[in-house]
């Protein structure tokens, strides 16, 4: 897990920003102004983990003109653990093998080239990630025993 320096000496181009509600505690991503859910205004900008679950997902067949994408892919809306919710590609996978309830890894990835000049837009992307197997949770508990009985 990345320290907290870490995520603020990135650029804010590759965090995932979003705002939460005063009011409701709804989390906007990306942040907006005012509350869509309560038109409230006191909202405080928050910065979402790199991970989250597959809420939904649709496998696209047939992808928009300039996208680097090999159809067919996976585009899934994504909730991260503060409930911000986010429409993502998921990538590194076989589309098959996407299921809701999923734990994403968002990486900050290439999108697409727009036009023959090419320019680059680079954006986040969801990529699989395998929960611990039973050995390294066995192995972690075990650690955490040591520790208690030190
Ligand atoms: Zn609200």
Known sequence: MPSPRYWREIPSRYRLEATRCGDCGRVSHPPRGVCPACRGTDVQALELSHEGRVVTYTIVHVPPGDFLMEAPYVLAVVETP????MMIQVVDCDPASVEIGMPVALEFRLIRKEGKGGILCYGHK????????????????????EVAHA
């Open 82 to 85: 503060e409930g911000a919710r």
């Open 126 to 145: 969801a990529v699989p990630a395998y929960p611990r197997g039973e050995e390294e949770e066995a192995e972690l508990e075990s650690r955490e025993m």
